[in-house]
């Protein structure tokens, strides 16, 4: 969003705006700013939330799979989670083969993993206000 934009809407001047983020991002809250990208205009329609589950909890190999789950191609996010499972897997592609080849060929094929369950996402809704 632009400063402009976010000047408005939180009813301050943009001089204003602009000096609070710069305050937020040098104090490390603010980590960074992303243009939020739509999947299905770059060919890759079809999202899925992909749970795994793992046989142990080594260290090394809970940082070797998250070192190696960023560079696969058709991963948009991964988070290692408590719980049931040990990682949720944000994944897209064109079609529910590619998905199938994804988790198949990237992700359970993994040494250690004892369990894959996949949800298709139907639809994505962001939190307006999460935080107040």
Do not use: W
């Amino acid at each position: 969003m632009p400063n402009a934009e976010l000047a408005r809407r939180v009813g301050i001047a943009e001089s204003t705006c602009a000096g609070r983020v710069k305050v937020l991002r040098d104090a490390g809250v603010v980590l960074a700013i992303r243009a939020e990208i739509d999947l299905a205009a770059l060919g890759r329609p079809i999202e899925a939330m992909v749970a795994l589950r793992f046989t142990g909890h080594a260290r090394e190999s809970m940082d070797s799979f998250r070192d190696r789950v960023a560079s696969i191609p058709g991963v948009v996010a991964a988070y290692h989670v408590a719980g049931a499972d040990d990682f949720l897997v944000h994944i897209s592609g064109a079609t529910a083969n590619d998905l199938r080849d994804l988790v198949l060929d990237h992700l359970t094929s993994v040494e250690g993993v004892a369990h894959a369950q996949t949800s298709l996402i139907f639809e994505r809704v962001r939190g307006r206000r999460p935080l107040g």
